[in-house]
């Protein structure tokens, strides 16, 4: 009874923590476009100093509004749409088995997200039916099987648009190992599926 209790009281700590981190590591959320960038930036001032990790896909580590949360960011973009893809991908966290620093900095950082974009449509904290690691301490051991989920989704549709010419914004939790994980965040702008038929277009013209 007092282990649980005890569990209980550090989770809500650990939550208090994360939201004063996210908070203050993201305080120009609300001004502008994500990190701020906009859809369809120019290809060629996105991609400057970026190292291309795949067709169309570049790195990069600065961004007009960086936020101490991310370590690098990765960016998708063509000549023809410019900007159409953003993703911050966290600094590792190391955690506990039950992954309660984890979990607490993605509730804060949904929690923030919230206060723009309102609640989002889809949350994912489940784990794959027929996985073994379904108690409370298999948590980090799951996430890094690939059989556990932890995730929220925004969409923009008729009863939830989005500004700053977002379609989706995705923010989950990901394990390295079993006691190491990061947090990400995605932007799909309205131009993304344009942008892929592009690139794939490109593909295909390969010889």
Avoid at 154 to 163: I, K
Avoid at 169 to 192: K, Q
């Amino acid at each position: 009874m007092f282990g649980i209790k005890r569990f209980m009281e550090e989770e809500l700590w650990n939550w208090r923590i994360a939201f004063v981190i996210v908070l203050v590591a993201l305080p120009n959320l609300a001004v502008a476009g994500p990190f701020g960038l906009e859809m369809g930036m120019s290809h060629q001032v996105i991609t400057a100093d970026a190292e291309e990790i795949a067709p169309n896909v570049y790195r990069k580590n600065e961004l007009p509004k960086k936020s101490t949360l991310f370590e690098i960011y990765i960016v998708q973009s063509t000549s023809e749409t410019g900007l159409c893809y953003l993703k911050g991908v966290g600094k590792d966290i190391r955690v506990n088995d039950f992954g309660s620093a984890m979990r607490s900095e993605f509730e804060g950082l949904v929690r923030l997200l919230e206060r723009k974009y309102g609640t989002p449509q889809k949350q994912y904290d489940f784990v794959r039916d027929g996985s073994i690691g379904d108690d409370p301490e298999d948590f980090m051991m799951s996430l890094y099987k690939g059989d556990r989920f932890l995730a929220a989704l925004w969409e923009n549709s008729e009863a939830q648009s989005l500004p700053d010419s977002l379609q989706t914004i995705g923010v989950g939790a990901s394990a390295l190992s079993t006691n190491t994980g990061y947090i990400w965040l995605e932007y799909y702008f309205l131009n993304h599926d344009e942008c892929q038929r592009i690139i794939e277009a490109k593909k295909s013209d390969v010889p």
